[in-house]
T-cell receptor, first 114, second 115 residues
Framework: AQTVTQSQPEMSVQEAETVTLSCTYD???????LFWYKQPPSRQMILVIR??????QNATENRFSVNFQKAAKSFSLKISDSQLGDTAMYFC???????????FGAGTTVTVRA | DTEVTQTPKHLVMGMTNKKSLKCEQH?????MYWYKQKAKKPPELMFV???????INESVPSRFSPECPNSSLLNLHLHALQPEDSALYLC??????????????FGSGTRLTVV
């Protein structure tokens, strides 16, 4: 079974600053995908960024980037130049190739202060 | 169209009522999912449909009854629910059951309150 651990229940960041969310996972598989989802108070789960395990290059989407350390099974998310609209709960998720299941971490609530 | 649409957005029902939640996607995805989410918790998988057939039932009580009338539509029929069933119900879809490099696309959910 795959497990995903997010050790930071809550984080607070000043507008325009940078915040990093941690995520570790446990798997014996070699082919898998990792995701960060954002869920604002509006409730919709929005895909922020994804990473294929076979790719060494870290994924980047505008102000969002990841630090993927395959050997350490670590997948952290960096939000640069934080904006008020980034306030949300962030879930790290894992999906093994050839499997239907998307395993979620417990989530990290991020609050961006004006 | 890159959306999953869920209706209604809010639903209040009594314990003796029968109601249905609806989910629709037009992305050509062949796998669709129902999740239940309690406040400040991650979503919990309930049902998985693949090519309009029920593939996975995560030991969900029979008062929840899923239905997939066609490849774009997924329903969740509710009957005799309990107050502890109050939650956000999320629908999601993915390209295929065992190939989803782009992850799931989620709807915005139905906030269900059982009184």
């Amino acid at each position: 079974a795959q497990t995903v651990t997010q050790s930071q229940p809550e984080m607070s960041v000043q507008e325009a600053e940078t915040v990093t969310l941690s995520c570790t996972y446990d798997t014996s598989e070699n082919n898998y995908y990792l995701f960060w989802y954002k869920q604002p108070p509006s409730r919709q789960m929005i895909l922020v960024i994804r990473q294929e395990a076979y790719k060494q290059q870290n994924a980047t989407e505008n102000r969002f980037s990841v630090n993927f350390q395959k050997a350490a099974k670590s997948f952290s998310l960096k939000i640069s130049d934080s904006q008020l609209g980034d306030t949300a709960m962030y879930f790290c998720a894992f999906n093994c190739s050839n499997d239907y299941k998307l395993s979620f971490g417990a989530g990290t609530t991020v609050t961006v202060r004006a | 169209d890159t959306e999953v649409t869920q209706t209604p957005k809010h639903l209040v029902m009594g314990m003796t009522n029968k109601k249905s939640l609806k989910c629709e996607q037009h992305m050509g995805h062949r796998a669709m999912y129902w999740y239940k989410q309690k406040a400040k918790k991650p979503p919990e998988l309930m049902f998985v449909y693949s090519y309009e057939k029920l593939s996975i039932n995560e030991s969900v009580p029979s008062r929840f009854s899923p239905e997939c009338p066609n490849s774009s539509l997924l329903n969740l029929h509710l009957h005799a629910l309990q107050p502890e069933d109050s939650a956000l119900y999320l629908c999601a879809s993915s390209q295929d059951l065992t190939y989803q490099p782009k992850g799931y696309t989620f709807g915005s959910g139905t906030r269900l309150t059982v009184v």
